[in-house]
């Protein structure tokens, strides 16, 4: 993975160059002093072909199987953010943005300690972050197959949860 997601800062590209690079007749360019063939930088020639997978996922399903998808995952998610929203305690810290929001529930501690309650019960699983020096709960509606019910879950999870702090 590192080797596909790697930067490299370089001063002289040069000797890099003089290492890695491969100049056989079908590379060669008519002016290949004045283009920077960056394939000459690293070990591999050729580029994987990532939108290989997209591809496939567009011709299974459907482009508007997908549309449908996410729209349904942003309503489900503004949905459970409501939800969770009009729940004593609760506060949306950033609401839903496509699928994806954060809340906080009464003080830092006690978010930390209904993260793990929630997460120990097993029936939703979240995770954490920090927003503006506050220690928040993120909530992502994306799995696959996930459903609307799937989703509303979540905020009865939250709610036996906290009941049990």
């Not at 810290?93 to 003080?107: A, C, E």
Request: proline content about 4%; aromatic content about 10%; charged content about 25%.
């Amino acid at each position: 993975a590192q080797f596909d997601a790697s930067v490299q800062f370089l001063r002289d590209p040069a000797p890099q160059i003089a290492t890695m690079g491969l100049r056989p007749d079908y590379l060669q360019t008519r002016h290949v002093d004045e283009v920077v063939n960056y394939n000459e930088w690293t070990l591999p020639l050729g580029r994987r072909f990532r939108a290989l997978k997209l591809w496939f996922l567009l011709r299974i399903e459907g482009l508007e199987a997908l549309r449908t998808r996410i729209r349904n995952h942003v309503a489900w998610s503004e949905e459970a953010a409501r939800a969770i929203a009009a729940m004593d305690g609760f506060e949306i810290v950033t609401g839903p943005i496509l699928s994806l929001f954060s809340f906080h529930y009464r003080d830092d501690a006690t978010t930390a300690a209904l993260l793990d309650e929630v997460n120990r019960d097993g029936r939703i699983y979240v995770t954490q972050t920090t927003h503006e020096g506050r220690f928040v709960i993120r909530v992502q509606v994306g799995p696959w197959d996930c459903t609307r019910d799937d989703v509303l879950a979540i905020p009865q999870a939250l709610a036996a949860a906290a009941a049990r702090l």
